[in-house]
Every structure is written in structure tokens, then in C-alpha cells.
């Protein structure tokens, strides 16, 4: 038995999907326990790609149980579109579960978050403009509407009552948007209310019986940990917890029952909006990396900007969220390079840096120091064991390995789920290196 966090170690974007289906396969719970539709991630299967921002990808194996936890915050609309779209697949969603605590994305929110964000100009965060903020902002205030009172129409009427005439103010006066019609909302909710109704429970309690009953349970964060709104590169982050200790909060589970936490990162940076990069690269070779890796977000289709591996920022993710081991992923991107970059460190006004800084203002000042490898210039996508990887694809996975100082289990190349090398059982294998001195295989 083992519970298992899989966190992004980057700023998203990573792979999470593709890592959390395959380790789905050995799970039988999946529990995402944070953010919102403003996330999104892909799976390819039998070349058909699923995009799914608030259901797990586990759902796709019938006998795994999908729990979409508390510290979520749940747009009923589409959550409904995604149930939709995987029955019409044949997929079933009768696994799937919803926290009766978690908090519910109003239309109000869209409609404030969009305003806002335009009303930065150019100070603006890079919001996604799906309501996500806004959403935990009613959450922390005391005023918002939970999967629970969305199944209480009398008391939901009463809490909207409140609500929509407050928001309208806002609406009206601060951003000369037109009101909200109250019945219309509300019979749109009762709506959502009556499908989902199935589907709700207490989730803290479902997981707790899963633990009891020693089943293997997998907890999925959205974003990553530079999105993190305690940890990341604020104020461009996200407005929950993507990082490792989220899981705890978000799913109601205690950091005891916590056994592994799993990063992923691709083999070399994204970043997807606004905010500090010390790796971008601004130019051609930025843009082929973007082109290569199908850089363009699930949720906005925004390209996504492109850099080399940042290992200062991979150390503080080792860090921050206790990680046990690795996944690299999009590999393959790199297989044309004759050279490749990897930041070891930063130079910040004139001294040199090993760990990140928490002030985005100095962050931004920070330039790379690289070190850099020779490229393998093959491809990839073929190999399905680390013996098929060329000298300088090995060399390079080593190199990162010991950089951050944590051992890497899977790599993937490519989007297809056979595309994958698993070094070591991720879930129940030890802790070890990737490799040994000679770049072969530890036994």
C-alpha cells in the first residue's frame, strides 16, 4: 500500500497527465486536491487525445475511484461538459466522486476576474480569466457557495440573494459591466445541482476508508510549484496550493498518511503567462522548443514560453515539497540540439546564487549561469529502456539527477503513454540513483 503525491516541479505544464495516468494504472483512488478549470492537462490515448481540467485522468480505467477533493474550486458548467464528453467516449464516470465541501465557480467570478485582469494594463498577472481567484477570494472571505449549498435550493436562493446583489455593485460601478439577473443563475445552478447530485459525498470521509482499507491512493495537484500562492513567484501564481503539503489540506488527509511525493519536470522550462524567466529563451530556438514540444496551454491554447532546465528552481521544488523522486518528461524535444544549456546557478547583481529567491523584484534581476552539454542529435521517441538511449541522453538525465539531488524513476519521450522508461517503480521502489558513474543502470 502506498499513498502518493504527484506535484509539478516547475511553473505546470509539465506532464502531470501523462505521469498520472500511467500511475493510475496502480492506483485505486485518485484524489485531485487543488485548483481549478484555469489547469488542464492531456492525455493520449490510442492516439486520441482527452483534455480534462477538473476530472482525473484516472478515470479512464474502470476499476480506479476519482475524487475531486475539497480544495478545489469546481465550475459546475464545465465539469459537466467533461462528464459529457467522456460518456460519449464510453468512458464511465460512475467512479467519479465531488467533495460536497468544495467551492463552487460562480458567473460572477468569470466576469470580475476578466475585468480585473484588463484593468491592470500592463501590470496584469496572466490570470487564465476562468474565475479561479475570484473564487478562492469569496473562500477565504467567508462568502462563498459550496458543492453542498448548490443541493439546498432554499438556502441557495438565500446565500445568491446576498451575493448577486453584491457583485452587481461591483460589476456596475467599479467595471460599467451590466448586472446579473438572479433567477436566471439560480435556475442555472439548480441545473448543475440536479446532475451532479450522484455524485456528491463527503470526500475527506471516502479517503479516509480508502486509507483504512489500505488501497493505493494518488494525489494529483494542479499547476506547480512556482505557481504555488505561498512558495511560488508571486504575485504571478495561481490562488491555491499546488505544492506537495496542499494534498493534505485539499484532500482532508494528514501529512502521516503521506508515504511518497512524486515530482514532475519537463527536461527543460515553460512558463505560460506573465512574470520572471530567468532561462527563457526569447528567439528562434525558443520558438522551435515551443513548436517541437506542442507548447500551447490546455486551458487558454496561449503559447507557452520556452527555456532551458533551471536547476536552482528544481532544488527549491526538491525542497519545498519533500520529493522523493523524478519524472522527465518531453525528452524527445531536445533530440536535434547539437548543444544543450542547464542552469546551475544565478548571478544577481554581481553574486552568485544556489537557492531561489522569494522577492519577485530580485528574481527578475537574476541571470543564468549555465553549464552546457553535448547534444545527442537522434531521436528518441523509440527508446524504451535506458539502454536505448544514446551516451549523451544518459549523461544528460545524470547530470540533472545529481544537480537537484534526487533520483529520476520514469522519462518520458513523447505523449503516448508506451513512450515511457521506467526506471524504477516510482510508487513502491527505493530510493536510489538513476545511474551509476559509468552512466549505466544502477541494480
Not at 34 to 45: E, F, I, Y
Not at 411 to 425: H, K, M, N, Y
Given at each position: 500500500m502506498?499513498?502518493?503525491?504527484v506535484i ?5 505544464d509539465e ?8 500511475l ?7 484524489v485531485?486536491y ?7 492537462h492531456?492525455?493520449v490515448?490510442k ?7 477538473l476530472?482525473?485522468?484516472?478515470i ?5 475511484e ?15 461538459q ?22 463552487v ?10 475585468a480585473?485582469e484588463?484593468?491592470?494594463?500592463k ?8 474565475g479561479?481567484g ?6 477565504s472571505e467567508?462568502?462563498g457557495v459550496?458543492?453542498l449549498d ?20 461591483i ?13 436566471v443563475v439560480f ?11 450522484p ?9 479516509d ?6 488501497r ?6 494542479a ?9 511560488g ?24 498518511m503521506?508515504?511518497?511525493?512524486i515530482g514532475?519536470a519537463k527536461?527543460?522550462t515553460?512558463r ?8 527563457e529563451l526569447?528567439?528562434e ?8 514540444g506542442a ?10 514560453r ?9 532544488r ?15 525528452l524527445?524535444?531536445?533530440d536535434?540540439?547539437?548543444e ?7 548571478e ?9 529567491p522569494s ?10 549561469i ?6 545527442w ?20 538525465l545524470k ?7 534526487v ?5 518520458s ?31
Amino acid at each position: 500500500m502506498a499513498n502518493v503525491v504527484v506535484i509539478g516541479a516547475q511553473w505546470g505544464d509539465e506532464g502531470k497527465g501523462k505521469i498520472t495516468d500511467l500511475l493510475s494504472r496502480s492506483a485505486d483512488v485518485v484524489v485531485r486536491y487543488q485548483g481549478g478549470v484555469n489547469a488542464g492537462h492531456t492525455v493520449v490515448v490510442k492516439e486520441q487525445a482527452l483534455r480534462l481540467h477538473l476530472i482525473p485522468s484516472g478515470i479512464l480505467y474502470p476499476d480506479t475511484e476519482c475524487i475531486i477533493g475539497s480544495g478545489t474550486a469546481i465550475d459546475p458548467e464545465v465539469l459537466i461538459q467533461e462528464l459529457d464528453r467522456l460518456e460519449a467516449l464510453n468512458i464511465s464516470t460512475e467512479k467519479l466522486l465531488i467533495s460536497q465541501t468544495a467551492h463552487v465557480t460562480m458567473p460572477y467570478h468569470r466576469l470580475i476576474d476578466q475585468a480585473s485582469e484588463e484593468r491592470r494594463g500592463k501590470g496584469k498577472i496572466g490570470t487564465t480569466g476562468r474565475g479561479i481567484g475570484p473564487t478562492y477570494a469569496d473562500k477565504s472571505e467567508r462568502t462563498g457557495v459550496r458543492v453542498l449549498d448548490l443541493m439546498d435550493a432554499d438556502g441557495l436562493r438565500q446565500q445568491l440573494e446576498w451575493a448577486i446583489n453584491y457583485k452587481n455593485a461591483i460589476l456596475e460601478k467599479l467595471y460599467n459591466l451590466p448586472p446579473l439577473d438572479l433567477e436566471v443563475v439560480f435556475e442555472q445552478y439548480l441545473g448543475y445541482a440536479k446532475r451532479l447530485r450522484p455524485h456528491v459525498v463527503d470526500s475527506s470521509l471516502k479517503i479516509d476508508e480508502g486509507i483504512k482499507q489500505r488501497r493505493n491512493l494518488l494525489f494529483e495537484g494542479a499547476q506547480g510549484t512556482l505557481l504555488d500562492l505561498d512558495h511560488g513567484t508571486y504575485p504571478y501564481v495561481t490562488s491555491s496550493n499546488p505544492v506537495a503539503g496542499g494534498a493534505c489540506v485539499g484532500a482532508g488527509v494528514g501529512p502521516t498518511m503521506i508515504d511518497r511525493v512524486i515530482g514532475v519536470a519537463k527536461a527543460y522550462t515553460t512558463r505560460v503567462g506573465e512574470g520572471p524567466f530567468p532561462t527563457e529563451l526569447d528567439g528562434e530556438l525558443g520558438r522551435s522548443l515551443g513548436d517541437r514540444g506542442a507548447e500551447f496551454g490546455t486551458t487558454t491554447g496561449r503559447r507557452r514560453r520556452c527555456g532551458w532546465f533551471d536547476a536552482v528552481i528544481g532544488r527549491y521544488a526538491v525542497r519545498i515539497n519533500g520529493m522523493d523522486c523524478l519524472a522527465i518528461t518531453k525528452l524527445d524535444v531536445l533530440d536535434e540540439l547539437e548543444e544543450i544549456q542547464v542552469c546551475i546557478a544565478y548571478e544577481i547583481d554581481g553574486s552568485k546564487c544556489y537557492d531561489f529567491p522569494s522577492s519577485a523584484r530580485q528574481f527578475a534581476r537574476c541571470c543564468p549561469i549555465y553549464k552546457t552539454l553535448p547534444g545527442w542529435q537522434q531521436s528518441t521517441a523509440h527508446c524504451r529502456s535506458l539502454e536505448d538511449l544514446p551516451q549523451q541522453a544518459l549523461d544528460y538525465l545524470k547530470f540533472l539527477a545529481e544537480l537537484i539531488e534526487v533520483p529520476i524513476a520514469i522519462v518520458s519521450l513523447g505523449a503516448s503513454r508506451d513512450q515511457t522508461i521506467i526506471v524504477e517503480d516510482p510508487i513502491h521502489g527505493p530510493k536510489r540513483a538513476l545511474l551509476d558513474a559509468n552512466g549505466t543502470p544502477v541494480a
